[in-house]
């Protein structure tokens, strides 16, 4: 881009909604976390675009100024010492911390800041002294006071920066709003109160609704205007609110959502009017069908209100109200039977059927109806044969999703489901032939545009029989829940020239499994895998798989209890580099390392080590390209103090240095904090 592309003043449009703060961010004083401790791209980055957007983008930049570490507020008071115009554009400065002798010189340079964040977290290893002096050199008109710990123990520091701002309150004659803490400690509050003798508070801002007339009791001799709420209030709240004749006059706030009530629709200028009359209809049909399927496509939004408006609504429709049909419990699927053989086209429309249960269980022998009845469960054969009426009948399905299916005599249904050839996702306990019997390969023939399949049966394999060339040309995902040895052997034979994905469950630990990876193995480019499965191996898996672009290990089972060991050496170190692998991710469990050290075990400590070394140790060299780690077993912390001890901190930044991202579980990427230094590091 040319650096006089735009005209400033047309750029700076164009990069204000970019580098703008929102003030609801900057005087975010109630939430526990941070809105800026975020881990993306800093808004800096637009700085070093061209000298143009340099020029555009500086002054809207230093607008806020947002301070969360030691480092960033020496950066910035150096940047300010190097060039002072810098400093007229400061409007507004948000200090989360007391980062020591720098702050002076922030605020001795930017002496005209309007609006002043201060948090009152203060510990006793933090600096006050520059934040105190600094004080002093500034007037602003508004403050915010943060603090979330009103157990604040006291501390030299703490009362020091107290001490200070008692001192130069007399001094801000243009002070006249604040916004209060959520939790202030006990002498935050005599902080607080001593405002109120300055009389010169014109605005307050509180979280709830019950502080503002604490609030206005407390700065009772101050000329207060308004008082704004954060939080939604409650009809209970307004109420209260009116009981007051001088609280009513000054609050401010957001009306907490009603429950949704029956719009009143205006009548009709013309109540003969009838929507598209004069058209054909044919053209009608077209055209309210498709504003149908828009309308009951809307995931979450009921669909039965549409049937009910018309006639014409209700034929129209019903195809898109059954498009996807869920079954719950046994007479669901004899009720939809039943609706299929009065509506036959209905059958056509239908592309998914799911179901959370379809096997008996010996001790339930009653099924809850929609009355609030109970009626005795139908028995297994009617169920089975309310099933395969309604696969007859629905021509045109494309997914079949059963997490449970029936453990005998699944047989069945399994001709029905083998007749749709247009399935696309299968989900379903697997069956042929009689039962008892092998299965043979060629049950899988007719799945000509099948994409997922999720094999879910124990069932041997035949293995004596060719399979057709032509089985499962289009499959892209698998996923093996249960299977025989024979099943891998058997869909090994297979050439599943479009299979990228496979999943193994937990217990595979097969010798057929590694007949299937070595067959297919190449033309993964995503597998998950349980740990035990990829160490029963004498191979790494990524010289099984050497396409692999991502590779998901799991330690995550029942019967995983305790600590869980960092891989074997073997596993992450094929012979040949991996040079396709992009991102690896190892599941833990979302708090593991949490609980590792909660638990003051020397075993779990010793486990930790022995995790934080793997992954500082891994063998990039064989994953040349690898860009991220995921570790779903920590979440970054949020502060600055927190950082400074989180002993995965001195991992990532190694990590860093060879190209690798460390993120956790929230898939948030470490990104390397300015002048960060964890006391782990050596």
């Not at 020029?55 to 100024?65: A, C, F, G, K, W």
């Not at 179901?355 to 109970?374: F, P």
């Not at 949020?638 to 579980?665: C, H, I, M, Y």
Request: net charge positive; charged share 25%; glycine share 4%.
């Amino acid at each position: 881009m040319s650096d006089n592309s735009l005209p400033d003043e047309i750029l700076s449009e164009i990069l204000s909604p970019a580098l703008k703060v929102p003030d609801e961010a900057f005087s975010d004083n109630y939430s526990r976390v941070s809105p800026f401790a975020t881990f993306t791209e800093s808004p800096s980055a637009y700085l070093l675009v061209n000298k143009a957007w340099l020029r555009v983008s500086t002054p809207l930049i230093y607008r806020v100024v947002v301070l969360r570490s030691a480092p960033q507020a020496k950066a910035l008071a150096r940047a300010l010492s190097k060039n002072p115009d810098l400093a007229r554009f400061i409007k507004k400065l948000r200090l989360e911390g007391a980062y020591g002798l720098t702050l002076q010189t922030v605020l001795q340079q930017a002496s005209n800041i309007s609006e002043l964040f201060i948090s009152l977290d203060i510990y006793a290893t933090d600096n006050t002294e520059g934040l105190c002096r600094g004080l002093q050199l500034i007037n602003p008109t508004r403050l915010i006071l943060h603090q979330m710990n009103d157990a604040q123990r006291p501390n030299k520091r703490f009362k020091n920066l107290v001490q200070a701002l008692l001192d130069v309150f007399p001094k801000w004659d243009r002070l006249v709003s604040l916004s209060l803490p959520s939790d202030p400690c006990h002498k935050t509050s005599k902080l607080i109160r001593s405002l109120n003798k300055y009389e010169r508070l014109k605005r307050l801002t509180v979280e709830h609704a019950y502080d503002a007339s604490t609030a206005l009791k407390t700065f009772w001799a101050c000329p207060i205007r308004e008082i704004v709420v954060k939080e939604l209030v409650t009809r209970r709240a307004r109420q209260e609110f009116n009981q007051d004749r001088r609280l009513k006059a000054v609050v401010r706030y957001e009306r907490m959502p009603e429950r949704a009530a029956t719009p009143q629709i205006s009548p009709s200028l013309n109540p003969f009017f009838v929507p598209l009359a004069n058209a054909s209809p044919e053209t009608r049909s077209l055209v309210w069908s498709r504003v149908l399927e828009f309308a009951m496509a809307q995931p979450g939004k009921p669909k039965v209100p549409f049937l009910l408006v018309s006639k014409t609504f209700y034929e129209l429709g019903l195809p898109y109200f059954y498009s996807v049909v869920t079954f719950r419990q046994f007479w669901h699927i004899h009720r939809f039977a039943s609706i299929l053989e009065a509506h036959p086209t209905l059958g056509a429309r239908i592309r998914g059927i799911r179901g959370h249960m379809l096997d008996e269980s010996e001790n339930v022998h009653e099924e809850y109806q929609d009355d609030g009845s109970y009626a005795p469960q139908p028995p297994r054969d009617a169920n089975l044969a309310a099933m395969g009426s309604i696969l007859s009948r629905t021509t045109q399905l494309e997914e079949i999703s059963f997490i449970r299916s029936s453990n005998e005599r699944s047989y069945r249904l399994w001709d029905h489901i083998r007749s749709r050839g247009a399935l696309r996702d299968v989900y379903v306990k697997l069956a042929s032939g009689e039962e008892g019997e092998a299965a043979d390969v060629d049950a899988l023939k007719s799945f000509t545009a099948l994409e997922t399949l999720c094999w879910r049966s124990s069932d041997d394999f035949n293995l004596h029989a060719s399979p057709a060339t032509s089985t499962l040309l289009r499959l892209r995902c698998l996923k093996f829940e249960d299977a025989s040895d024979s099943a891998y052997t058997a869909l090994a034979s297979l050439n599943l020239p479009s299979l990228r994905t496979l999943s193994l469950g937990k217990d595979h630990i097969r010798s057929n499994c590694k007949i299937f990876l070595v067959g297919r193995g190449h033309l993964l480019t995503e597998l998950e895998i349980f740990i035990w499965t990829a160490e029963s191996f004498k191979e790494s898996i990524l010289d099984l798989c050497p396409n692999l672009e991502t590779l998901h290990i799991n330690w995550e089972s029942p019967c995983s209890q305790g600590w869980k060991e960092p891989p074997k050496d073997l596993v992450l170190r094929p012979t040949t580099p991996a040079h396709k692998l992009r991102k690896m991710a190892f599941a833990l469990g979302w708090s593991y390392f949490d609980r590792t050290l909660r638990s003051g075990s020397t075993i779990f400590k010793e486990n930790f080590v022995e995790w934080r070394t793997y992954v500082a140790d891994l063998p990039v060299a064989c994953m040349p390209n690898l860009e991220e780690l995921q570790i779903r077993g920590f979440t970054w912390p949020t502060t600055q103090r927190q950082l400074a001890k989180f002993e995965w901190v001195p991992v990532a930044d190694k990590l860093l240095e060879a190209g690798v991202g460390l993120s956790d579980n929230k898939g948030n990427k470490w990104r390397a904090r300015l002048g960060l230094k964890s006391r782990h590091d050596k």
